[in-house]
């Protein structure tokens, strides 16, 4: 090629650029592959033509389409990692996450998008989950009933693109794929904006029980494993307009009818309540694990409901992620974790991925003790940076969470085999471990035994707690 013939062709080049610029045409095929795209949902062919299958290559691997720490079939204390957590990707943040914040617009061109909402979009959506999924390696998948089919002009309507969605969903699974939970959106539609179960509008109370009848059925078809309510807007933005016990009640009827439909249709999934202190509301009534034990208590749900702890509603409300599940595992109701983590500076739900060592081998902690958390599991309930704009983002960021949290059971794993923590926290109680201790546990001591105690005993030698011990032991097991 001469001179001239190459600075025309670098100017026809330049020109088609500017051109498209200009048409502004939002790409609407996977990448690289356009020949076979057409705008319709039935594009069989590969949306992450770069990105191979993921495999574990161990902690000295630089790449970073790889696993360092999560080896899925390798055992760690008697059970495979694969199995102690269940790992699941939300649709919602993964494939409909936008970049968009209250201040600008969306930033993710993903290929495969065409800037709709239609049926088509769907499907073509759902396509892209479940190569995403396989090529991630992992068996879960979590979605709400608006995220993967659009809204119609009715109820009808609606239910019928939620069918035909679900049934390419239910294709796609194959035999292994299967959601670790499904759940129905009644926060982003304006008939919600007082609440579903807790509206005082009574046609909305029902339309969000039509709602979450349909979204059980649905995940009960495509071999769902739970069933998660998360209240975004069951709760107040003030109590001079609300009566709290009247909603309180309404939600409580919400759920026993939702665990009364459960069972009419021969769905064993576990319902799971998740709990969060606010945002959208003011104050919602799910406030945290201790509060949602207490409802269950009151309104005797307990037995029917477990719980689905969300790290970054656990900071929201003021505890740590620790706090909240081993509350919940002390009750009985660990049941799901919602992976994240949120920012300590920014004061809401930033659904991060979660990347702290120290934090993840504290919640692998509760897993331990609590055996595991099947039929829950981990579900990523984590989306991007706004900044962060490569399709392989979407990857990476699964396979650094994976790994954290690997290394969180590793540790474990080291801390048990050492035994020093435990061997601590055994010391600090061994007083209870005696004739009396027993007694008091047994609920055998009476106060006025204990005063011809106390004063047959005199001053209590009080020891250490030995926590800058205790932290040391945890620290180097990191
Ligand atoms: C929002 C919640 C939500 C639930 C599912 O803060 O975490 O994503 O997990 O509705
Ligand atoms: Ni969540
Ligand atoms: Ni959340």
Request: glycine residues 8%; contains cysteine; aromatic residues 10%.
């Amino acid at each position: 090629m001469n001179m001239d013939s190459g600075k025309i062709l670098l100017l026809l080049l330049c020109l088609n650029v500017a051109i498209l610029g200009v048409i502004g045409n939002p790409p609407t095929c996977p990448a690289d592959v356009d020949t076979q795209c057409s705008a319709s949902s039935e594009w069989k062919g590969e949306f992450f033509p770069n990105i191979p299958k993921v495999k574990y290559e161990g902690p000295s691997s630089k790449n970073p389409l790889a696993f360092k720490w999560y080896n899925a079939d390798e055992e760690i204390l008697g059970k495979k990692m694969k199995d102690w957590f269940r790992f699941s990707v939300a649709f919602w943040h993964t494939f409909r996450g936008t970049g968009g914040d209250p201040f600008g617009a969306p930033t993710k061109n993903w290929p495969w998008e065409d800037g709709t909402n239609s049926l088509d979009m769907a499907k073509r959506r759902m396509r892209a989950n479940f190569e995403f999924i396989n090529k991630l390696g992992v068996d879960r998948w979590c979605f709400h009933d608006r995220d993967i089919a659009p809204d119609g002009k009715t109820l009808e309507e609606t239910n019928a693109n939620l069918d035909e969605v679900v049934a390419l969903a239910k294709e796609l699974q194959g035999t292994k794929i299967r959601p670790l939970w499904g759940t129905a959106q009644l926060f982003m539609h304006p008939r919600y904006m007082h609440g579903g179960a807790t509206s005082p509008e009574l046609g909305v109370y029902a339309y969000a029980a039509a709602q979450v009848k349909k979204a059980i059925e649905v995940t009960h078809y495509l071999g769902g494993e739970n069933y998660v309510f998360w209240g975004g807007r069951e709760g107040y933005q003030s109590l001079l307009n609300t009566d709290m016990g009247r909603e309180l009640d309404h939600m409580a009827r919400f759920l026993e009818g939702a665990a009364a439909y459960k069972k009419k249709i021969g769905f064993n999934g576990t319902l799971l309540i998740e709990p969060k202190p606010q945002e959208p509301t003011k104050h919602q009534y799910d406030w945290d694990a201790a509060t949602t034990s207490n409802f269950l208590r009151k309104y005797n749900l307990l037995g029917e409901f477990k719980l689905n702890i969300e790290c970054n509603h656990a900071t929201l409300s003021g505890h740590s992620c620790h706090h909240e599940l081993e509350t919940a595992r002390l009750n009985g109701l660990l049941g799901n974790i919602d992976a994240n983590t949120g920012d300590p500076q920014t004061g809401w739900d930033t659904d991060q991925f979660l990347t702290d060592i120290g934090e993840a081998t504290m919640i692998m902690l509760s897993v331990v003790r609590n055996g595991g958390l099947a039929p829950g599991g981990f579900n990523f309930d984590a989306k991007l940076r706004r900044e962060s704009t490569d399709v392989e983002d979407l990857f990476i960021a699964h396979i650094s969470s994976m790994d954290t949290l690997a290394r969180g059971l590793r540790n474990v794993a080291k801390l048990i085999e050492d035994g020093s923590l435990a061997e601590l926290v055994r010391k600090r109680y061994e007083s209870f471990d005696t004739e009396i201790g027993a007694q008091i546990e047994a609920g055998k001591a009476d106060f006025e035994f204990l005063e011809k105690k106390a004063f047959e005993w005199g001053e209590p030698k009080v020891p250490s707690a030995k926590q800058e011990l205790a932290e040391m032991i945890f620290q180097s097991a990191l």
